[in-house]
């Protein structure tokens, strides 16, 4: 009989890093460690304007050192290193409101929700401006005769046609759900993606060196046949080590599963977890709206902006944590209605 879950450890992860990735994430580890005296200054005087500007300047520092390494692997794309000037402020303002911890559940809703409309358009739209469709709208005006709109959208069918969305942890779920109604609004035939839900979670005894990804499959609903061939789209707020990822497309692959392009979509990525996953799966293209530099000894991003998934769905009860579809039902009827053929989908996909 074949076990229940799989496990990748970090040691396996890190196998798949170069040298010359190494030397990268040691620099960047070294620049960090600088930046944090920095920090417990300004913990302990908030208006200390030398820590201010020596924390700005080592924040730029880092930013130009990240820019270079991810310019160097061409299969991660960084919003805010891809995008003109004066597109920055908009994903600036997006990730300084997720950090703050001030910014309640329903802000961090919205502004989650603002962060993978812009990165649907850096992933999809951008690649399209060249190819249009014209989008005729019926419109309420019937005077003097029932009016028409004519609009020119970005032609992504070739893009989304074939993809699947693959939901990886709790967290993923309502950014999942973005993207696929993103697809359908573009799609010509209003496509509406299958859903794949894995159970995948990390051993949260173990630190950054020896973490362990566990996939279960008794909680986990997805068909292997509906993956072969198909453009995999997996969507999650934060990608710290890129264990969970990886986790699953080994899987994948050791079924005989052949996808023909893997999408991870993030708000922000640690760079190990980017450079873990483009070197250990060579048809997987990273996005993310922002690159944070490293993580601490829990595989946390620094300086990230904590538990996604818990901002994003509220806590569980450890003992009898929740389902997909009760998750769905805690979004409240707002979220239901405006995603309701995504959420029908997933229900399908777990009642199957």
């Known amino acids: 009989m074949k076990e229940r879950h799989i496990t990748l450890h970090a040691t396996d992860l890190d196998g798949y890093l170069t040298d010359k990735d190494k030397e990268d994430l040691s620099l960047i580890e070294k620049m960090y460690a600088s930046s944090l005296s920095e920090c417990e200054k300004l913990d302990k005087n908030s208006s200390d304007e030398s820590a201010r500007k020596a924390l700005t300047e080592s924040a730029k520092s880092i930013g130009g050192e990240l820019e270079r390494i991810t310019r160097e692997n061409k299969r991660i794309h960084v919003y805010s290193f891809e995008t003109p000037d004066e597109m920055h402020a908009e994903c600036s303002r997006i990730i300084a409101k997720l950090r703050n911890p001030a910014t309640g559940h329903e802000e961090f809703l919205y502004y989650t929700q603002r962060a993978y409309e812009l990165m649907f358009s850096h992933t999809f739209l951008d690649q399209c401006l060249m190819r249009k469709r014209s989008l005729i709208e019926k419109t309420p005006v019937t005077v003097p005769v029932q009016n028409y709109a004519v609009h020119r959208i970005p032609d992504i069918d070739k893009m989304i046609e074939n993809s699947v969305m693959c939901v990886m942890l709790r967290g993923a779920l309502l950014p999942s759900m973005i993207i696929s109604k993103e697809i359908e609004d573009y799609s010509s035939s209003s496509y509406i993606t299958p859903f794949a839900l894995f159970k995948i979670k990390r051993d949260e005894s173990k630190g950054e060196k020896d973490m362990a990804y566990i996939l279960d499959f008794d909680k986990?609903?997805?068909?292997?046949?509906?993956?072969?061939?198909?453009?995999?789209?997996?969507?999650?707020?934060?990608?710290?080590?890129?264990?969970?990822?990886v986790t699953i497309v080994k899987y994948l692959k050791s079924e005989g599963i052949k996808p023909k392009s893997i999408k991870f979509i993030n708000v922000i990525a640690a760079l190990k977890g980017a450079l873990r996953i483009t070197r250990a799966i060579e048809e997987a293209e990273v996005y993310t709206l922002w690159m944070d530099p490293v993580l601490n000894e829990k595989a946390y991003i620094l300086p990230g902006l904590g538990d996604a998934g818990d901002r994003l769905n509220g806590?569980?009860?450890?003992?009898?944590p929740r389902n997909m579809l009760q998750l769905i039902a805690d979004y409240g009827a707002q979220?239901?209605?405006?995603?309701?053929?995504?959420?029908?989908?997933?229900?399908k996909t777990v009642l199957r």
């Open 220 to 245: 986990s609903f997805f068909s292997l046949d509906s993956l072969d061939g198909k453009d995999l789209i997996f969507a999650d707020p934060m990608n710290a080590t890129g264990g969970s990822l």
């Open 335 to 347: 979220i239901v209605n405006l995603y309701r053929d995504q959420v029908r989908e997933i229900e």
């Open 315 to 320: 806590t569980d009860n450890t003992d009898a």
